[in-house]
């Protein structure tokens, strides 16, 4: 058995970054930019009112109060996108909407709650300070400044940072289409009765979902028999429409584990036995070029599988600098028993905040391999180091799943 970082650095050795493209914003969700970007203008533009009310001279308000309020003539009305008519004198207020341009002169908003018209005067009772809920040009951010830089990827936030920039194409690296196998004489696909020895083929969803997840391009490539020909045309068409491809099942140690034959003959590949569980047989190496993750069949190995290694590979391709996700710290709820075999194992729990703010642990339910149930329902992985498990109340390292759509 290999240690999990040595097989780590093995998939991260051959998923290189994809090539730099340019897209449009509407497709940039999820990809990492290859350009570094910087404002060419101030955000906001202007000086604006953060408040409806109306725009002052800070000093005309010295001494308001509810009682003897500060009485101000209404010079005009600047709306969101309308410019004040004149610049604001003495003595005097105009009504002004959030956002609106502050018109020279003032210095200062009141907001409308603490004001009250009387004719053509408004009454401020209260006094305010210079600069009061006035949002100066170039706040949030100054113009020549670098606001993204490449390799960082690109979420909602950023998009609109981007559109409020001018910007309505990007340089990112490329979507990496991932084909996705699986392979097995026992699987069959929907609802017809199983015959005997058939169970229904569940990997392919749920890789095809991961990857989605990850923000690659998921491509259905089907259900492939243990055949050595068939699988061999599926992996060479997934080689030449696709910029990676997982296979799930036949790379352990069984008599038909074709999968395993194949990409001996046809794709360099490393077998590898990773000390931990599940998850143990990784398959991984290149063929024609692409990265092939070889994962195993066991629904859970296969998820498990897929966020160790096929994760930090794809996300490498897409242009992240940090393909792997943080760990945390969190503690047992309850005690997470195994037995020592030289491993690390990845238990599957369900992680809540306790009552003194730390995140809890609990079993998610069943850990074999193919209890799928437990896996789909969990939250994190225990990584739960060789002995004999963890007690309630010990500290233990965990990876934050983000596959479940739990708020
Ligand atoms: P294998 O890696 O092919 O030896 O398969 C290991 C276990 O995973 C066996 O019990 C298979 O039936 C099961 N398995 C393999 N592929 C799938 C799949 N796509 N969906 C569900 N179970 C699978
Ligand atoms: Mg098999």
């Not at 109306?54 to 003539?73: I, K």
């Not at 610049?87 to 009250?116: H, K, N």
């Not at 491809?245 to 036949?250: A, E, L, M, Q, Y």
């Not at 005690?335 to 642990?361: C, I, N, S, Y």
Request: with cysteine.
């Amino acid at each position: 058995m290999i240690p999990l970082d040595v097989a780590k650095v093995r998939v991260l050795r051959d998923c290189h970054p994809l090539p730099v493209t340019e897209v449009t914003l509407a497709e940039a969700d999820g990809l990492v930019l290859a350009e570094s970007v910087a404002a060419q203008e101030d955000i906001p533009p202007f000086d604006n009112t953060a408040m409806d009310g109306f725009a002052v001279v800070a000093a005309d308000t010295a001494g308001a109060t509810e009682g003897a309020p500060a009485r101000l003539s209404i010079a005009g009305t600047i709306a969101a996108g309308a410019v004040a008519p004149r610049p604001l004198q003495a003595g005097e207020a105009m009504r002004i909407m959030t956002g609106a341009p502050m018109p020279d002169g003032a210095d200062a908003v009141i907001m409308v709650e603490l004001t009250t018209v009387e004719g053509d005067d408004v009454l401020a009772r209260a006094e305010v300070p210079v600069g009061n809920h006035v949002r100066t040009a170039g706040d949030d951010v100054k113009a020549g400044v670098e606001v993204l830089s490449a390799g960082s990827p690109l979420s909602a936030g950023h998009l609109g940072v981007l559109a409020s920039l001018g910007r309505q194409r990007v340089e990112v690296h490329r979507r990496p289409r991932v084909g996705v196998i699986s392979t097995g004489d026992e699987l069959v696909e929907g609802p017809q009765r199983l015959e005997p020895g058939q169970i229904r083929d569940s990997n392919r969803h749920t890789l095809l979902a991961l990857v989605g997840r990850v923000g690659c391009e998921a491509v259905d490539l089907g259900l492939v028999r243990d055949d050595e020909d068939l699988i061999e045309k599926g992996l060479r068409d997934a080689a030449s429409t696709c910029d990676a491809v997982i296979t799930s099942g036949g790379v352990s140690m069984g008599d038909f584990d074709y999968v395993k034959a194949v990409l001996s003959r046809i794709a360099d590949m490393d077998w590898m036995q990773v000390a931990i569980k599940p998850a143990k047989p990784l398959a991984f190496g290149t063929l024609e070029g692409i990265p092939v993750f070889g994962l195993p069949g066991n629904p859970v190995s296969s998820m498990v599988s897929f966020e160790l290694f096929a994760r930090p590979g794809l996300r490498q391709m897409m242009g992240h600098p940090q393909p792997e996700r943080q760990t945390f710290w969190a503690v047992a709820a309850e005690g997470l028993p195994r037995r020592p075999d030289g491993k690390t194992h990845f238990g599957r729990v369900r992680a809540q905040m306790g009552a003194d703010g730390r995140l809890e642990l609990r079993s998610a339910g069943g850990q074999g391999s193919h209890q799928l149930t437990a896996m789909a329902d969990s939250d994190a992985l225990a990584l739960l180091p060789d002995g004999d498990g963890v007690q309630p109340g010990d500290e233990v390292e965990v990876i934050l799943l983000d596959h479940l759509h739990r708020a």
